[in-house]
């Protein structure tokens, strides 16, 4: 995807965001009691009201997104779906956010944390579709680094975070079973270079692994089930 494609589809999707962000944020503001204190118990039914309004136009209304453009939000963590949300948005005393987007950037903030678990615990009760794995000649190599990593260069094998699976620990580490390998390619070319930068372990993972292991593993990951 070239740059002028992206900033293209930056600006169509703003454009198409507008409106509905404008009234979620009303809404949203309208609800805000300003209690001090930890987000309440999560309400899902709000949470399928964002999810309809403001993130299915990308997300799916399910979670589960048309294609590798962008992520599978279905049976994702709440935990860790908050946390990215979070990230998004510049916090107090920093001078930016920790995952740069400029879609996601609006839409994050256009949340308050009480939206965030909403609609973070609407998505996680949602049924992922299946993925799977399109080329064949890669499946040994990406299942050798899922299961195993690369020990002489000091990679670590997938499994031990994500799970044997790809199911994730809640809190802690995402779900990756079946998501788009070209999502999951992306961001770990943006870990490596970078301009992804809320995971210091992924930067340094990903700085070790070449493109061919990437797209491999990308692969196998997607095939997960």
């Given amino acids: 995807m070239n740059r002028l494609y992206k900033t293209l ?80 948005k510049t916090q107090p005393g920093a001078k930016e956010p920790a995952r740069k987007n400029p879609i996601m950037a609006g839409i994050a903030g256009a949340l308050n944390d009480q939206d965030m678990v909403n609609v973070a615990a609407y998505f996680e009760a949602q049924k992922a579709k299946p993925g799977y794995a399109r080329d064949k000649n890669t499946v040994a190599l990406g299942q050798k680094i899922y299961r195993g990593g690369i020990a002489d260069r ?6 031990a975070c994500h799970g044997a699976t790809g199911m994730g620990v809640p809190v802690q580490y995402p779900r990756l079973s079946g998501q788009w390998s070209d ?7 943006a870990f490596a270079q970078g301009t992804r930068n809320n995971s210091e372990p992924m930067h340094t993972i990903a700085l070790r692994l070449n493109e061919a292991e990437v797209k491999a593993v990308a692969d196998y990951i997607a095939g997960l089930h």
Wanted: charged share 10%; proline share 5%.
């Fill in 154 to 159: 000091g990679v670590p094998a997938c499994a």
């Fill in 9 to 88: 589809m930056v600006l169509e999707l703003a454009a198409a965001f507008g409106a509905g962000l404008v009234g979620w944020t009303v809404t949203s503001q309208a609800a805000e009691t300003g209690a001090p204190g930890a987000p309440a118990k999560p309400d899902v039914t709000r949470g399928l009201a964002i999810a309809t309004q403001v993130c299915a136009s990308c997300h799916g209304a399910d979670g589960n997104s048309a294609g590798g453009a962008f992520p599978k939000l279905a049976g994702q963590h709440a935990e860790y779906i908050v946390k990215q949300l979070k990230d998004y």
């Fill in 183 to 189: 999502y999951t390619a992306a961001q770990l070319t």
